[in-house]
């Protein structure tokens, strides 16, 4: 039911001619441009500063790219760097705000601004405080993704509280969505609500595979899932607290949700099929990050299992490719990791029909068991397979521990082969054809 306090759209646009109106005073223009410019160049010279002091001190340099927490000096170091911009804004916009009151100029909103300086000193200063107890990247991550954005909104409330009314702006009638009126409040809070409740679960399901790192936890497959469940059952728990404190209605969401399945019927059916079939994977735990598998002809290393697509590395050219999950439910996938990561290999080689075949047997045994990637277990074996054209042919079979190294070996094994036959008098023979030519088939005719 619609509020009696909601006010039409109108009343936006007439707030924000009163604000261009307003903008065109001088005095209000001067306190503006004046702190811009004070902050830019305070800015300005903070960088120049600091950048003056790293080179004159390399000590100064973090490795920003450093996985484990700062120890004391480090930190020192770089809560120095983090206060060091704001304070010189704040002392330069302080400095500027006193003349402005000694020269008898209305200095009313720089004093505001120099409020939201004071903010930023202590939003960075809380940033630096996080490296004491989290690695260097993911306090990136929270500042660049979650605390950044949060002080910037924050900032732009202080700003337009300067001219609007915050508290009739929320009220303004956006649009009816089904007869319910969608205020500028329900807007902002699903949207910003939405954004951070999700990076907020972006941030949590990260550093909670860090501590399961930390702390041992092996077992990729079921980190992965963990992390999936969770992540998912939160944004769907964020989505319907965050619906249900803007006051949408049931009818508007069953609306948009029928509106949706049909969508998902059609035109999504195959992002469904790949969702369905990465959860499958998950919990059947058939693929692991780790696993080497063959697909579509080629060997690959499984990278990273999703819940739409899995990304392998292509053993033969180093390529990445992204497979949907659902490829590995309609097409044959062999895996060379499922229970172990032993693989049999064998090399056919053939030799000359006045070699003994049990000596050439033992040498076969003792170039496999000479070499370092050949496992004792199970043993090397080498059997005569038939009588050939030219050669009797052999097979030499042994197992290796690294799916990857099945080239190397079958290669330097091939070389060890050929230099062993060559110590021991083997000869790999050519093949031979006797041509046989009958005088009789011959029949000379005379010239008439």
Not at 39 to 57: G, K, M, N, P
Not at 276 to 283: D, K, T, Y
Not at 385 to 408: H, R, T
Request: glycine residues 6%.
């Amino acid at each position: 039911m619609a509020d009696s306090t909601n006010l039409p759209i109108s009343y936006l646009w007439d707030e924000l001619l009163k604000v261009s109106i307003f903008f065109q005073r001088p005095v209000i223009q001067r306190q503006f441009v004046t702190v811009v410019i004070t902050t830019l160049l305070a800015w300005a010279i903070s960088r120049w500063i600091w950048f003056q002091l790293r080179q004159r001190y390399p000590q100064l340099n973090i490795d920003e790219n450093c996985n484990q927490r700062l120890e004391w000096k480090q930190y020192s170091l770089a809560l120095i760097h983090y206060l060091s911009t704001p304070t010189v804004i704040l002392g330069a916009v302080s400095i500027v705000t006193l003349l402005f009151e000694q020269g008898g100029w209305f200095a009313g909103y720089l004093t505001d601004s120099l409020n939201i300086i004071g903010s930023f000193w202590f939003y960075r200063l809380f940033v630096g405080s996080l490296f004491t107890f989290l690695p260097i990247p993911f306090v990136k991550r929270v500042r660049l993704l979650f605390l950044g954005p949060l002080f910037c909104i924050y900032a732009i409330c202080r700003i337009l509280s300067w001219f609007f009314n915050l508290r009739e702006l929320a009220q303004v009638n956006v649009l009816n969505l089904f007869g319910e009126p969608i205020l500028l409040k329900s807007l902002f809070i699903s949207i910003l609500g939405l954004y951070f409740w999700n990076i907020g679960v972006f941030l949590f399901e990260n550093l909670l595979l860090t501590i399961f790192q930390n702390q041992g936890f092996q077992n990729s497959r079921i980190r992965q899932v963990v992390s999936l469940l969770l992540r998912y059952f939160l944004i769907g728990l964020g989505t319907v607290i965050i619906f249900g404190y803007v006051g949408v209605s049931p009818t508007a969401v069953a609306a948009i949700s029928g509106g949706l399945s049909v969508g998902l019927g059609f035109g999504l059916k195959e992002v469904i099929s790949n969702f369905v079939s990465g959860i499958w994977l998950l919990f059947e735990g058939a693929l692991k990050p780790g696993d080497i598998i063959k697909i579509n002809g080629d060997i690959s290393k499984v990278m990273r299992l999703g819940v739409r697509a899995t990304t392998v590395q292509v053993v033969k050219d180093n390529s990445e490719e992204i497979i949907p999950n659902q490829i590995f439910f309609t097409q044959n996938v062999s895996t060379l990791t499922g229970s172990n990561n032993l693989v049999f290999l064998s090399l056919v080689v053939g030799a000359d029909y006045d070699c003994s075949p049990p000596k050439v047997i033992e040498v076969l045994l003792s170039v496999a068991h000479d070499h370092p990637q050949v496992l004792e277990t199970p043993p090397p074996s080498a059997f005569a397979l038939n009588f050939g054209d030219s050669s009797i042919d052999y097979e030499l079979k042994f197992c290796i521990a690294d799916p990857l190294m099945f080239k190397v070996v079958t290669s330097e094994l091939i070389c060890a082969v050929w230099q062993a036959f060559t110590d021991h008098g083997i000869e790999i023979p050519y093949p031979q054809r006797d041509l046989r030519i009958r005088s009789d088939s011959l029949k000379l005719s005379s010239t008439p």
